[in-house]
């Protein structure tokens, strides 16, 4: 009978042992499976913040209106735009908002060159241009949605406002009575779509990114003949960004 019940409690207990094993090994299957390959990732989703720097490239150009002063003019048959390059080096503060969410504030500097390109409506072909040179500390304010993490990438969208300064408007260059005078500040809506590559030190994003003016930034000027055919300008401004944070 003492036999019987041994055998009975070594049965019993074997069957404990294996039921534990089998939970254990789906616990450990599931959260491998659930990490979707993430290895780097784990480590920076534990920080709240995390900083950085941004280096990019920009292609920038106006928007422009005309008056109704353009179809009454004879000298200017054109006025438009063209794109310039230019650069910039942004910080980075960003601050998680729960898993898919962050919010960031990158200040720093940008580097942007455009031009304004007049074809004379007297003489056949000729094209005057006025070149802006322009030394921008910007403030974008951005909110940021990211995809679920898998092998250590995610995808993301990013979204906000930027506010700039054009430090150089008062160089001597700027204020020549023949070059269109343009407002030191501006307000631009920004959207972008970029990847995030997690390593195990740092975080590596490209973005591409479109920013459009909301502001008009043309000073009027009644005694310059390529301000009066304008009524309106606005900025646009395209830029490729490499972000590095951790």
Do not use: C, W
């Amino acid at each position: 009978m003492e036999i019987s019940n041994l055998r009975n409690l070594h049965y019993l207990h074997g069957i404990k042992v294996a039921i534990l094993f089998l939970f254990l090994s789906n616990v450990g299957n599931a959260q491998l499976s659930g990490s979707k390959g993430n290895y780097n990732y784990f480590d920076f989703q534990k920080k709240p913040f995390y900083f950085g720097i941004s280096l990019g490239l920009n292609s920038s150009s106006y928007r422009i209106n005309h008056s109704k002063n353009f179809i009454a003019n004879d000298s200017i048959n054109v006025a438009e735009s063209a794109y310039g390059p230019g650069f910039h080096l942004y910080i980075i503060s960003n601050m998680k908002i729960g898993n898919n969410f962050d919010f960031r504030v990158l200040p720093g500097f940008s580097f942007t060159e455009r031009q304004f390109e007049f074809t004379s409506a007297v003489e056949e072909n000729m094209l005057l241009r006025r070149r802006i040179e322009s030394v921008f500390f910007d403030l974008p304010l951005q909110l940021r949605f990211k995809s679920e993490a898998y092998k250590d990438k995610k995808a993301f969208f990013v979204a906000g406002l930027k506010y700039s300064f054009d430090v150089q408007s008062n160089s001597k260059t700027r204020q020549a009575n023949s070059l269109i005078k343009i407002s030191p500040h501006d307000f631009q809506l920004e959207v972008g779509a970029g990847m995030q590559f997690f390593f195990p030190y740092f975080i590596f994003s490209p973005e591409i990114k479109f920013s459009r003016g909301i502001n008009n930034l043309l000073i009027y000027n009644d005694n310059l003949n390529e301000s009066r055919v304008l009524e309106q300008i606005g900025s646009q401004i395209f830029t490729i960004s490499f972000h590095f944070e951790g």
